[in-house]
């Protein structure tokens, strides 16, 4: 991948957003679980539409009393690339890790899930099996990130030591208009064949809501959003529901240190649909990655933790777990910096590998 990406800089800011989304998924798709010892995860609980409803996942046991949780986006799983990439990270660095399947996302028919549904996370975190752990860090990919934001805004478990959002989106009006925008999208499809196989085995459990011929017509996320998700946890529309669930408006009540990590040409969370949301997060390090896409960097990524494996699953962990005034992070941090910014990190005494 290092040889591949290195003849594509040449190419156009736009195209590398694309270059940088795709090459990653398709190495990551061939990444096998860490050779350590993992348990599958399983808990109930209790809905008041539809009952009882089984959550998973995958846990693995690592030293010490802290856990990272880890959450996958819109569309993925457990089995996702980056899920399984991440937990190798964590196998690397002896961390204990929860890989969290989002409510129904393991296609078992246990329902299925909205963005700001956070009251699956927080009752696993109270399991008994986690009780032992003094820290928790939670870690999520795209949709993942904006749940697990929400989640430490709102009534985060006393523990929650920082949260990780990598390629997030955060106000979810912005961020469906900008992924419907296109007539044609491979990314969007790629998300809604997901939704899709979701939705049919929660509906062969609970047959409630449109049938599924009808949800295989939609291939637009607001359409998705208003006629399956809406209905099913109460919202009017799925204009009701983008106001009441967006973390945007809650990011200046985050209760813990945060890190944001965007691609600036990420071809689907646009930098534009979530910067003003970042401007009033106090507790948040804001980080832009010109070379990178949607949950892809270079396999050198750094963001100066040098005790962290290279790349972006490391150094985030490195961030999670580590030192945050090892580099000096500011409020906004383009990676590589700037000329300008360069200078300035380098007269405050702060300093950042752009070995990128």
């Known amino acids: 991948m290092r040889r591949f990406l290195a003849r594509s800089a040449g190419l156009s800011a ?43 996942g995958l846990y693995l046991s690592g030293a010490g009393d802290r856990l990272t949780v880890i959450m996958h986006g ?7 690339g980056y899920m399984r990439a991440a937990l190798s990270a964590c196998a690397q660095m002896g961390l204990s890790a929860l890989l969290l399947n989002q409510r129904g996302a393991d296609r078992r028919g246990h329902d299925f899930a909205h963005a700001g549904l956070i009251e699956d996370l927080a009752h696993v975190l109270r399991d008994p099996r986690f009780a ?10 795209s949709l993942g990130g904006h749940t697990a934001l ?13 949260v990780a959002a990598i390629c997030s989106p955060l106000d ?46 939609i291939w637009r996320i607001r359409e998705w959003d208003e006629r399956v ?4 946890f109460g919202f009017p529309s799925a204009l009701d529901y983008y106001q009441a669930m967006s973390v945007a408006p809650l990011l200046p009540e985050l209760k813990v240190e945060s890190l944001y990590l965007g691609a600036v040409h990420d071809p689907m969370v646009p930098r534009a649909s979530v910067v003003s949301a970042l401007a009033s997060a106090q ?12 949950l892809g960097f ?6 100066g933790f040098p005790d962290a494996p290279a790349g972006l699953f490391g150094q985030v962990l490195g961030w999670l777990w580590g030192d945050r005034h090892q580099n000096g992070f500011g409020a906004e941090l383009h990676y590589p910096p700037t000329d300008a910014q360069t200078a300035s990190q380098s007269s405050s005494g702060s300093e950042l590998d752009p070995a990128e």
């Open 150 to 162: 929400r989640y430490a805004c709102v009534s985060p478990d006393p523990r929650l030591r920082r």
């Open 172 to 217: 979810l009006a912005a961020a469906s208009a900008a992924f419907d925008r296109s007539r044609f999208s491979v990314y969007r499809r790629h998300v809604l064949e997901s939704l899709h196989q979701t939705y049919t085995a929660a509906y062969q459990r609970n047959p409630s809501g449109i049938e599924p011929y009808e949800a295989r017509k």
């Open 283 to 294: 507790k948040v390090s804001e980080i832009w990655v010109s070379r990178a896409g949607h």
């Open 229 to 232: 998700i809406a209905p099913r």
């Open 74 to 80: 819109l569309g993925g799983n457990t089995e996702s």
């Open 132 to 141: 032992s752990f003094s820290e928790i860090a939670l870690l999520g990919f």
């Open 14 to 56: 736009a195209a590398l957003g694309h270059v940088y989304t795709i090459w990653p998924y398709l190495e990551r798709r061939r990444a096998p679980l860490p050779s350590a010892t993992i348990e599958e995860f399983r808990t109930t609980v209790a809905d008041s539409v539809v009952g009882p409803v089984e959550i998973s």
């Open 298 to 303: 270079a396999p050198d990524f750094d963001l």
